[in-house]
C-alpha cells in the first residue's frame, strides 16, 4: 500500500543533499584536517598575537573541535551531544558577511558553531559554510575517486523541496529543519551540565591526584635549588605535560647548575618561545632543546642590561607625559620579548622627544597607559588605563588624555574595588561549595567573575565538594577533572 514512500524519500534526500555528497565517500581523519586548512588557518591563534581574548578563545575552541572531530571517528558511535562553539575569524577577501556573524573592528569577526551532524564530511562542510569559506576543494577530492554518472542519468537540481510536517509525521523520517532549529534554541543549564559530567571529572580529579602531588614537589624543589620566585605555564596543558617540562628543566639543573643560577629571583615561564619577556620573566619554548635553554640562561646578564635600559626609557616617557605611568599587563597584551617592547618604546620615544607635547610636569601621576602596535586612536579601558598606539597623532593624544583623565581615575577606582569584591567573593565561593580550588581564566575580567561568583552562592550545588572548578567561557571537563564553566551560566531547566 505504501510502496511509494521508499521512492519518496529517495527523491527528498537526493533534493535536499548534492548529487556529489550522495556519491561520496567518508573521509578520514588525515582527509578532514586537510579539508579544514583553509578554516585552522583563519582561526589560528598565532595569528591573534595582538588580541590575548580572541587568541584564547580560539585554542579553547579548537580542542574542543578536536575532540569532536575524534569522537565521530570511534566506531559503533551513534550520536554526539550537539556541540557550541565560537571561533573568531581572520577576515580575507573570501570571506563574505551572514546574518548570524557578529563583525568588529578588528579585522575578524565572532562565528559560532553549532555541531550536530553524524558523519565528518557534513560536519567539515557546515564549519567551512559557517565562516563563509569556500568547500570546492572538498567537492573535487571526493569526485574524483568515483565514476562519472550514467549518461542517462537526469541532473537533480540543487535547490532543496520544503516537505510537508505530515510527511515526517507519517514516516517517521527525521526533519533536518527540526533538527536545526532544536540545536538553535537549546542551552545548557549549569545544574545540568553538572549532573552529567561530575562523575567523570571526579574520576579524572582522582587519578590526577599523584601526578597534582608530584608538580608541587617538583616545582618547590626546583624553585629553591634555582632561587626562583616562581614557576608558571603560559598554556593550559595537562599536569603529565607539566612534570614532563620540570623533569626536563631538572636534568639541565644537574648537568648546568652554575648556569641556571643566573636566573636567580626571577619568574620562569614555560611557553611557545625561549627569551626574556617584557616584564622580565625567563621564557623556556617548549618545543626547543636544551641547548636553547642554555644558551638563553648564558646570555641573561646581557637581558637584565636591557631590562635597566628599558626602565629608563619607560621613565622617560613617564616625564614626557606629565608623569603618566607605562605599564605592561600580561593579561590583556601580546606576549613580547624584551627585546621586541624595548623597540615600541623606543619608537614611541622618539616621537614624543620629536613634538615635545605640553604636559604639566606630574599632572597626571596615579594614571596607566600601556602601548599598542596594532591601533591608530587611543582610547580608555574600563579598567582605567589607556591605550596609546605608537604611531599615534601627538595632538590628539594630548587631547585625549587630557579630556579623559578624570573618567580614567573613576575607571582606575572602580577597578581595585571590584578586584576586592572579587577576592572576597572566590574565597566566600569555595568556602560555601568546599571547593579545592576556584580560579579564572585570564580572558575573564573581573567584573565578569564578580557576576559569576554571585549567581552561584544563590545555588545549591553539592557536586561541587572538593573539586577544582574554572570560570571560563564555555563547558568542559578538562584532561585532569578540572571544571570549566562559563562566566554566564544558565540556571532553570533547559530550554526547549
Known amino acids: 500500500m505504501f510502496c511509494h514512500l521508499r521512492p519518496a524519500r529517495r527523491l527528498c534526500v537526493e533534493k535536499i543533499i548534492p548529487h556529489w555528497l550522495l556519491n561520496s565517500r567518508p573521509l578520514s581523519g588525515a582527509e578532514a584536517v586537510n579539508a579544514l586548512r583553509p578554516f585552522y588557518f583563519a582561526v589560528h591563534p598565532d595569528f591573534f598575537g595582538q588580541h590575548p581574548r580572541e587568541r584564547e578563545i580560539n585554542e579553547n575552541s579548537l580542542k574542543r573541535l578536536s575532540v569532536y572531530l575524534e569522537n565521530l571517528q570511534k566506531p559503533g558511535l551513534k550520536s554526539l551531544k550537539p556541540t557550541q562553539l565560537t571561533f573568531?575569524?581572520?577576515?580575507?577577501?573570501?570571506?563574505?558577511?551572514?546574518?548570524?556573524?557578529?563583525?568588529?573592528?578588528?579585522?575578524?569577526r565572532a562565528v559560532r558553531l553549532n555541531l550536530h551532524t553524524r558523519d565528518l564530511l557534513s560536519t567539515v562542510l557546515d564549519i567551512l559554510k559557517s565562516c563563509s569559506l569556500p568547500t570546492?576543494?572538498?567537492?573535487?577530492?571526493?569526485?574524483?575517486?568515483?565514476?562519472?554518472?550514467?549518461?542517462?542519468?537526469?541532473?537533480?537540481?540543487?535547490?532543496?523541496?520544503?516537505?510537508?510536517?505530515?510527511?515526517?509525521?507519517?514516516?517517521?523520517?527525521?526533519?533536518?529543519?527540526?533538527?536545526?532549529e532544536q540545536v538553535s534554541r537549546m542551552e545548557t543549564t549549569l545544574?545540568?551540565?553538572?549532573?552529567?559530567?561530575?562523575?567523570?571529572?571526579?574520576?579524572?580529579?582522582?587519578?590526577?591526584?599523584?601526578?597534582?602531588?608530584?608538580l608541587?614537589?617538583?616545582?618547590?624543589?626546583?624553585?629553591?635549588?634555582?632561587?626562583?620566585?616562581?614557576?608558571?605555564?603560559?598554556?593550559?596543558?595537562?599536569?603529565?605535560?607539566?612534570?614532563?617540562?620540570?623533569?626536563?628543566?631538572?636534568?639541565?639543573?644537574?648537568?648546568?647548575?652554575?648556569?641556571?643560577?643566573?636566573?636567580?629571583?626571577c619568574t620562569l615561564i614555560f611557553t611557545d618561545r625561549s627569551g626574556l619577556s617584557a616584564v622580565g620573566h625567563?621564557?623556556?619554548?617548549?618545543?626547543?632543546?636544551?641547548?636553547?635553554?642554555?644558551?638563553?640562561?648564558?646570555?641573561?646578564p646581557s637581558y637584565f642590561d636591557l631590562?635597566?635600559?628599558?626602565?629608563?626609557?619607560?621613565?622617560?616617557?613617564?616625564?614626557?607625559?606629565?608623569?603618566?605611568?607605562?605599564?605592561?599587563?600580561?593579561?590583556?597584551?601580546?606576549?613580547?620579548?624584551?627585546?621586541?617592547?624595548?623597540?615600541?618604546?623606543?619608537?614611541?620615544?622618539?616621537?614624543?622627544?620629536?613634538?615635545?607635547?605640553p604636559f604639566h610636569p606630574r599632572s597626571l601621576r596615579g594614571l596607566q597607559m600601556i602601548l599598542n602596535s596594532d591601533r591608530y586612536a587611543p582610547n580608555l579601558h574600563e579598567l582605567g588605563h589607556f591605550n596609546i598606539p605608537i604611531l599615534c597623532d601627538p595632538g590628539s593624544l594630548q587631547w585625549f588624555i587630557l579630556t579623559k583623565a578624570q573618567?580614567?581615575?573613576?575607571?582606575?577606582?572602580?577597578?581595585?574595588?571590584?578586584?576586592?569584591?572579587?577576592?572576597?567573593?572566590?574565597?566566600?565561593?569555595?568556602?560555601?561549595?568546599?571547593?579545592?580550588?576556584?580560579?579564572?581564566?585570564?580572558?575573564?575580567?573581573?567584573?565578569?567573575m564578580v557576576e559569576c561568583c554571585k549567581?552561584?552562592?544563590?545555588?545549591?550545588?553539592p557536586y561541587l565538594h572538593g573539586m577544582h572548578l574554572c570560570v571560563s567561557h564555555f563547558y568542559s571537563v578538562m584532561q585532569d577533572g578540572d571544571l570549566c564553566i562559563p562566566w554566564n551560566w544558565k540556571d532553570g531547566e533547559t530550554t526547549k
Open 88 to 108: 573568531y575569524v581572520r577576515e580575507t577577501d573570501q570571506n563574505s558577511s551572514d546574518g548570524q556573524e557578529l563583525f568588529s573592528t578588528s579585522g575578524f
Open 136 to 180: 570546492k576543494h572538498i567537492q573535487s577530492s571526493n569526485t574524483q575517486v568515483h565514476s562519472p554518472p550514467l549518461k542517462e542519468t537526469k541532473r537533480i537540481p540543487d535547490r532543496p523541496i520544503k516537505w510537508d510536517k505530515s510527511y515526517y509525521s507519517f514516516t517517521g523520517f527525521k526533519d533536518p529543519d527540526e533538527d536545526l
Open 191 to 214: 545544574i545540568s551540565w553538572l549532573d552529567s559530567n561530575e562523575k567523570s571529572a571526579g574520576k579524572k580529579l582522582q587519578n590526577s591526584l599523584p601526578l597534582r602531588k608530584e
Open 216 to 265: 608541587d614537589r617538583l616545582k618547590s624543589e626546583l624553585s629553591q635549588q634555582l632561587q626562583l620566585t616562581d614557576i608558571r605555564w603560559q598554556r593550559s596543558w595537562g599536569i603529565a605535560h607539566r612534570c614532563s617540562q620540570l623533569h626536563s628543566l631538572g636534568r639541565l639543573a644537574q648537568q648546568n647548575l652554575e648556569t641556571l643560577k643566573t636566573a636567580k629571583g
Open 282 to 300: 625567563v621564557m623556556l619554548g617548549t618545543m626547543d632543546v636544551h641547548h636553547h635553554w642554555t644558551k638563553l640562561f648564558e646570555r641573561l
Open 307 to 357: 631590562q635597566r635600559k628599558l626602565m629608563l626609557l619607560e621613565d622617560q616617557i613617564s616625564c614626557l607625559l606629565g608623569g603618566i605611568q607605562v605599564v605592561y599587563i600580561e593579561e590583556l597584551q601580546p606576549v613580547l620579548t624584551l627585546e621586541e617592547y624595548y623597540s615600541l618604546l623606543d619608537v614611541f620615544c622618539n616621537r614624543l622627544l620629536k613634538t615635545r607635547i
Open 407 to 448: 573618567q580614567a581615575r573613576e575607571n582606575m577606582r572602580r577597578k581595585e574595588e571590584l578586584k576586592v569584591m572579587e577576592n572576597e567573593l572566590i574565597q566566600a565561593s569555595m568556602k560555601k561549595f568546599s571547593l579545592e580550588k576556584l580560579y579564572k581564566e585570564p580572558s575573564v575580567s573581573s567584573r565578569q
Open 455 to 461: 549567581r552561584l552562592l544563590g545555588q545549591s550545588l
